[in-house]
Nanobody, 123 residues
Framework: QVQLVESGGGLVQAGGSLRLSCAATGRTFSSYHMGWFRQAPGKERKFVTVISWDGGSTRYVDSVKGRFTVSRDNAKNTVYLQMNNLKPEDTAVYYC????????????????WGQGTQVTVSS
């Protein structure tokens, strides 16, 4: 069992930066690949990035490549999402989630979810 709590969201101007954190409880955190998803109002929850259990592999959706960086610290049971050069279209609720399937980009492929944190980017 893994419980996830996101933090770090907020309001930022376009071009600004935010760093999201996702703190996990549970002894099995380091055995899960960790993903970030986002959901804009009235839209489906969409894949943003994933990091492998050991931090050795990452993958990003094209729209955030070069701007977002995912990392993790297994000693602290925490995964991070550094978001730079934010754009208004990045506005969404951001969720972290845990999976044992690194390849999946579907929300149904993830086993545990946090409650989400709001990111709002003003133009």
């Amino acid at each position: 069992q893994v419980q996830l709590v996101e933090s770090g969201g907020g309001l930022v101007q376009a071009g600004g930066s935010l760093r999201l954190s996702c703190a996990a409880t549970g002894r099995t955190f380091s055995s899960y690949h960790m993903g970030w998803f986002r959901q804009a109002p009235g839209k489906e929850r969409k894949f943003v990035t994933v990091i492998s259990w050991d931090g050795g592999s990452t993958r990003y959706v094209d729209s955030v490549k070069g701007r977002f960086t995912v990392s993790r610290d297994n000693a602290k049971n925490t995964v991070y999402l550094q978001m730079n050069n934010l754009k208004p279209e990045d506005t969404a609720v951001y969720y972290c989630a845990a999976t044992q399937n690194y390849e999946t980009t579907y929300p149904t492929g993830y086993d545990y979810w946090g409650q989400g944190t709001q990111v709002t980017v003003s133009s």
